[in-house]
């Protein structure tokens, strides 16, 4: 039997309300997710960064898989640089 890393157990998934900056509606952000597009007006909504494990766990290249890894560390980097 494999362990599997608890972050990629949808089971484990939560949801958090967030207010668009532009027309002011709640929308849901689940935790895996660090950004949603608002069904109303369309603006992105981002969450309040968490230091993810794949910025810090050794394993996390080999968890993930090289080609997921790269694409998650983009995606964090791109929101860090805006």
Known sequence: MSS??????????KISLHKCPQCGREVEIFSDELRVKC???????????????VEWCKSAKKCLGEERW?????????DVTG
């Open 4 to 13: 599997k890393c608890p972050g990629q157990d949808s089971r484990n998934l």
């Open 39 to 53: 069904r109303s007006c369309g603006e992105i909504v981002h969450k309040e960064r968490v230091p993810s494990c």
């Open 70 to 78: 790269k694409k998650v560390m983009e995606e964090l980097n791109r």
